[in-house]
């Protein structure tokens, strides 16, 4: 069955430390992933997908079909960096996201 | 991207009872999709709604449950239909172009049934 695991539900460190949030897929071929994020209060957004290989906000994922991960990373966390980030691979051909159980990253001052 | 809207945003019912969920979009889309996001837990996808014809349900989801409309490409229901505490949950919908991949979501309806 096609999963994805966030193996880590809270993630807390200090305004400008780096952060990784993890996340492995168990897909056969490559899927299209995504990061969605949730601010508090807000609703769920795209931040960003590997196919556009793109830095969001100073974010950066590189997919890695070895180790089958698509981890989340910012070389300098911020404060407002603090919400719900969810890993979603798209279930190919149907445009089903699946989504990861999320992590929730706490930035303190 | 789109501007969506749900209705109502929230909404506290009484077991057994039915809420029909609105989402409006301010364009056409091709796909609309039903998520549900139980307390504490990741988004679940309940349905695919199709336009002019019937949803498609995901495993462990069914039409007489949730029953959805999709009568044009900017509106879909979902109604939850005697429901029971256990329905308690934030229900999303989402939307996506012709060729995207990229989904795009509503506010959500918060819903607790009693």
């Known amino acids: 069955a096609q999963r994805v695991t966030q193996p880590e539900k809270l993630l807390s460190v200090f305004k400008g430390a780096p952060v990784e949030l993890k996340c492995n897929y168990s897909?056969?071929?490559?899927?299209?992933l995504f990061w969605y994020v949730q601010y508090s209060r807000q609703r769920l957004q795209l931040l960003l997908r590997?196919?556009s290989r793109e830095s969001i906000k100073g974010f950066t994922a590189d997919l890695n079909k070895g180790e089958t991960s698509f981890h989340l990373k910012k070389p300098f966390a911020q404060e407002e960096d603090s919400a719900m980030y969810y890993c979603?691979?798209?279930?190919?051909?149907?445009?089903?996201?699946?989504f990861g159980a999320g992590t929730r990253l706490a930035v303190h001052p | 991207s789109a501007v969506i809207s749900q209705k109502p945003s929230r909404d506290i019912c009484q077991r057994g009872t039915s809420l029909t969920i609105q989402c409006q979009v301010d364009?056409?889309?091709?796909?609309m999709f039903w998520y549900r996001q139980q307390p504490g837990q990741s988004l679940t996808l309940i349905a695919t709604?199709?336009?002019?014809?019937?949803?498609?349900?995901e495993s462990g989801f069914v039409i007489d449950k949730f029953p959805i409309s999709r009568p044009n490409l900017t509106f879909s229901t979902l109604t939850v239909s005697n429901m029971s505490p256990e329905d308690s949950s934030i229900y999303l919908c989402?939307?996506?172009?012709?060729?995207?991949?990229?989904?795009?979501f509503g506010p959500g309806t918060r819903l607790l049934v009693l």
């Open positions: 989402s939307v996506a172009g012709t060729g995207e991949e990229t989904q795009y």
């Open positions: 897909y056969s071929g490559s899927p299209e």
């Open positions: 590997h196919i």
């Open positions: 979603a691979p798209l279930s190919g051909g149907y445009n089903k996201l699946i």
């Open positions: 364009s056409q889309v091709t796909m």
């Open positions: 709604a199709n336009q002019g014809s019937e949803a498609t349900y």
